[in-house]
């Protein structure tokens, strides 16, 4: 393999790595105590994918790649509880199997839910989409926003509960009609 079809196979992973990660860190997270034991395994999962990459095949990348993600995700979750089972916090490798199996069922529903609010987001005007986004961005507020439209701050929440309800049922019709595509 030539040093430029390394480079585009690490890009290519790096791509699908980056879109599948807080997917795979929900599921982590789900299998362990604390965020920092997530942490931990996170960075064993990234490494263990990458060099594992080469035998990945699929014609569904970004769901089978998620999958297949996950499924490496368990095993690192398992031997990080092996490494530490003398702590009292560490569940027992059954537990995690049962946890596994459950956060694997909900994995494509959590996929699903995320794709509706990006597109549903997608729909509203950039200043709404900004309001609603505003109070998850670091440094961006309402009464900032308020200040730069010359608005009083009780409108733009009254605004964005407006917008939030919109987004709901927006995001509650989109997984509605992909589970009756399912069935």
């Known amino acids: 393999m030539t040093e430029s079809d390394r480079d585009q196979q690490y890009s290519q992973f790096v791509q699908m790595f980056v879109r599948a990660e ?24 990234s490494l263990a994918c990458w060099k594992k990459f080469d035998d990945f095949e699929s014609s569904d990348e970004a769901n089978e790649f998620l999958r297949w993600t996950c499924m490496i995700g368990r095993y690192e979750v398992l031997r990080h509880r092996r490494k530490y089972a003398r702590d009292r916090l560490v569940l027992s490798e059954e537990v995690v199997e049962l946890l ?23 729909k509203l005007e950039p200043a709404e989409r900004r309001l609603v986004l ?20 009780r409108r733009l929440y009254t605004r964005l509960n407006f917008l939030r309800d919109q987004i709901a049922q927006c995001v509650r019709q989109r997984i509605a009609a992909a589970e009756a595509s399912y069935e």
């Open 22 to 45: 807080p997917a795979v860190r929900g599921f982590v997270r789900s299998l362990l105590p604390s965020w920092a034991d997530t942490d931990d395994v996170m960075q064993e999962v």
């Open 100 to 122: 596994a199996a459950d956060a694997a069922a909900r994995l494509e529903l959590a996929a699903a839910e995320r794709t509706a609010v990006e597109l549903c987001l997608q």
């Open 134 to 153: 505003s109070v998850h961005t670091p440094g961006d507020s309402i009464a900032q926003i308020a200040t730069e439209m010359n608005e009083k701050s």
